[in-house]
């Protein structure tokens, strides 16, 4: 074949439509691929292709090659529902100049909100030119538990033992509080000196267990956290991120940054009277709105429309309340790919900082851990360049008896660093307790 491919490698997609009552979550098993959004459920199994990304220059320069991939696929039986053909799972790395592995599954079920379920499969073109059958697609409910922590809480001090009914767990972080607060410190100096505005400093723990950790365990429990958000399981990386980076369905491109953060109460009121704050503050307002002209600025090129709300709302997003603001417009012809779009936007000043380049530079200086994944883009993208991308935060990385988690916050030339320390505490909550719990 012309691109270098073989026979063999040639890939046959069929769709069909499954029955109204079927609801993919019902499929979930060890080893699936899952992703949730406010518009449509997916669950995968199965590897029908692996593309990498960025062995030269970083998966946000080769994300041409995912459409490639797709569109090599021979499709048959689909009627136009984005993501109801061959689809590519992604998650791809904070760092723009890091490779990336993307998974084009070779079972997708599909649910979209208004009902309507599909099933595609993929399998060789020419079954005969060299390819064995594999086994069976799993179905059916994960019975693997994850550890239990009947009495933990987020670090009392630097590092918690969880005790309780076998297995053992244990919580530490990945530096002491007192040190991860003097980096809060040293970066509030710089912004004072006018080196840079807004860097994002992220937190890590780890948690480790005497069993494995299950992450569609996991990814179950999240489920019911996030009604509004955006729940993923992809290879061991599973969150509950309450923030669109981008979508785009034919020509409507839509995004909903979000950017100033104060922690929820628990009481109704107290709540209330905080998300007023959160509308009246000038601080987080002008960190909302350098977030969303960033944002805006990414986009406009691709466009013949573009709009923002005019005022931010105040989102619930576990135990913390976010200014959230809905960006809409319509993709000029010929319309970019949803990975054009994420490519452009990533990383925003609610991941990285601002200005973008200053930030990251200081960030790689203090921060000192790996974010990989997390505060990346994850999602899914069909062959038609349809796809849901979600900032991925309020996640856990799970490998094995092991998981990480990285929570991040806002500095800017008045922070205050224990207050910055609460409110990593209060994004880890949207994950961790779901791995201790039984």
């Known amino acids: 074949m012309a691109d270098g491919r073989t026979e063999a490698d040639e890939l046959h997609a069929v769709t069909t439509r499954a029955g109204t009552g079927d609801d993919p979550l019902d499929h979930l098993a060890a080893g699936a691929m899952a992703f949730r959004s406010p518009n449509r459920t997916l669950v995968a199994h199965g590897v029908a292709r692996r593309v990498e990304l960025g062995r030269t220059g970083g998966w946000a320069n080769d994300v041409a090659a995912i459409s490639e991939a797709l569109a090599a696929i021979d499709r048959e039986g689909r009627d136009g529902e984005p993501a109801s053909g061959p689809v590519a799972f992604c998650a791809l790395p904070f760092d723009r100049r890091r490779t990336a592995a993307v998974t084009i599954p070779r079972l997708v079920r599909g649910r979209d909100v208004h009902g309507s379920s599909w099933v595609t499969t993929i399998s060789p073109a020419n079954p005969a030119a060299g390819t064995t059958p594999s086994p069976p697609f799993p179905s059916g409910r994960s019975t693997n538990h994850l550890a239990t922590d009947p009495t933990g809480s987020e670090l009392g001090g630097d590092t918690a033992?969880?005790?309780?009914?076998?297995?053992?767990?244990?919580?530490?972080?990945?530096?002491?509080?007192?040190?991860?607060?003097?980096?809060?410190?040293?970066?509030?100096?710089?912004?004072?000196?006018?080196?840079?505005?807004?860097?994002?400093?992220?937190?890590?723990?780890?948690?480790?267990?005497?069993?494995?950790?299950?992450?569609?365990?996991?990814?179950?429990?999240?489920?019911?956290?996030?009604?509004?958000?955006?729940?993923?399981?992809?290879?061991?990386?599973?969150?509950?991120?309450?923030?669109?980076?981008?979508?785009?369905?034919?020509d409507t491109v839509r995004a909903e940054p979000m950017a100033g953060t104060l922690p929820r109460s628990g009481d109704p009121q107290t709540d209330l009277r905080r998300a007023g704050e959160l509308l009246r503050s000038e601080k987080l307002r002008h960190e909302h709105a350098v977030t969303i002209e960033r944002a805006h600025d990414a986009l406009l090129g691709w466009c013949s429309y573009l709009d923002a709300q005019p005022e931010p709302l105040v989102v619930?997003?576990?135990?913390?309340?976010?200014?959230?603001?809905?960006?809409?417009?319509?993709?000029?012809?010929?319309?970019?790919?949803?990975?054009?779009?994420?490519?452009?936007?990533?990383?925003?000043?609610?991941?990285?900082?601002?200005?973008?380049?200053?930030?990251?530079?200081?960030?790689?200086?203090?921060?000192?851990?790996?974010?990989?994944?997390?505060?990346?883009?994850?999602?899914?993208?069909?062959?038609?360049?349809?796809?849901?991308?979600?900032?991925?935060?309020?996640?856990?990385?799970?490998?094995?008896?092991?998981?990480?988690?990285?929570?991040?916050?806002?500095?800017?030339?008045?922070?205050?660093?224990?207050?910055?320390?609460?409110?990593?505490?209060?994004?880890?909550?949207?994950?961790?307790?779901?791995?201790?719990?039984?």
Request: charged share 25%.
């Open 161 to 250: 033992a969880i005790s309780g009914p076998p297995p053992e767990l244990r919580l530490r972080a990945s530096i002491g509080d007192a040190e991860w607060m003097a980096k809060v410190d040293e970066l509030t100096r710089h912004m004072a000196a006018g080196q840079l505005e807004k860097a994002v400093l992220f937190r890590e723990l780890r948690l480790t267990s005497e069993a494995p950790l299950d992450p569609i365990a996991l990814y179950r429990r999240l489920l019911p956290t996030a009604p509004a958000g955006y729940v993923f399981c992809l290879d061991g990386f599973v969150g509950a991120s309450p923030e669109l980076l981008v979508s785009r369905i034919d």
């Open 316 to 438: 619930e997003a576990g135990a913390v309340l976010h200014l959230a603001t809905l960006v809409e417009g319509r993709l000029s012809h010929p319309a970019p790919t949803v990975l054009d779009l994420v490519a452009a936007l990533h990383p925003t000043p609610a991941v990285g900082g601002w200005p973008i380049a200053e930030a990251l530079e200081l960030i790689d200086e203090l921060e000192c851990l790996d974010r990989d994944r997390v505060g990346g883009a994850v999602g899914w993208v069909d062959a038609d360049g349809n796809g849901e991308f979600a900032v991925a935060i309020r996640s856990a990385l799970l490998d094995g008896t092991t998981a990480r988690l990285l929570a991040g916050v806002g500095i800017v030339a008045d922070s205050d660093p224990q207050a910055e320390l609460e409110e990593t505490r209060a994004k880890f909550a949207a994950v961790l307790p779901h791995l201790i719990r039984p």
